[in-house]
């Protein structure tokens, strides 16, 4: 690798790094940006009070791409706060869902609206041209990343891997 080829790598590495220190990845209102994760994940799916769509525990961590125990006590958290609230299917006593409550509903859309404004700051910013080019270079990028990681699994199982 030559030093300029190099020098390009650093320079991708640190601006990738100051994306974890900016504030649009912190708390809204007072809480976290996983239990904020969590709201928006179940108002994706579904909505607040009665006739809401039901998710279970299992389905929020698949959506969200953590571990089980992980939304379990997120959503203890929530439901402390009056944020969420657990029901259980009269037909499977096993089965526990979750769903958003009036007030769950209101925080997830203040944090979607305290979210979007970050973003539609960000376009005014850089401009509608340079917005849809970078747009389309991240969705690029997470490309090739989602390429390396299905090229690693499939070396790991095919035994490839072993170095």
């Given amino acids: 690798m030559d030093t ?17 220190r900016v504030a649009w990845r912190q708390s809204v209102g007072g809480y976290k ?12 799916i579904g909505g607040a009070g009665d006739g ?25 958290g929530l439901e402390a706060h009056g944020l969420v609230e657990r029901h259980i299917d009269p037909c499977d006593r096993r089965a526990v869902y979750i769903v958003l409550t009036e007030k769950g509903e209101m925080v997830a859309q ?7 404004a970050s973003f539609r700051g960000l376009v005014e910013y850089l401009g509608e041209e340079q917005s849809n080019q970078f747009a ?28």
């Avoid at 080829?5 to 640190?14: M, Q, S, Y």
């Avoid at 809401?52 to 203890?76: D, F, N, W």
């Avoid at 203040?110 to 979007?116: D, P, T």
């Avoid at 969705?139 to 072993?162: I, K, P, V």
């Fill in 52 to 76: 809401a769509a039901r998710l279970k525990v299992s389905e929020i961590s698949k959506k969200m791409q953590v571990t089980s125990p992980t939304v379990t006590q997120l959503v203890k």
């Fill in 110 to 116: 203040k944090a979607g609206e305290a979210f979007f």
């Fill in 4 to 20: 300029c080829e190099n020098a390009t790598v650093h320079k991708l590495l640190a601006s990738f790094g100051q994306f974890s």
């Fill in 136 to 163: 389309e270079l991240l969705s690029r990028a997470f490309q090739y990343f989602r390429e390396q990681e299905a090229n690693l699994e499939q070396s790991q199982w095919s035994g490839d891997g072993d170095a």
């Fill in 33 to 44: 940006r996983s239990e904020i994760g969590v709201l928006f994940c179940i108002k994706e």
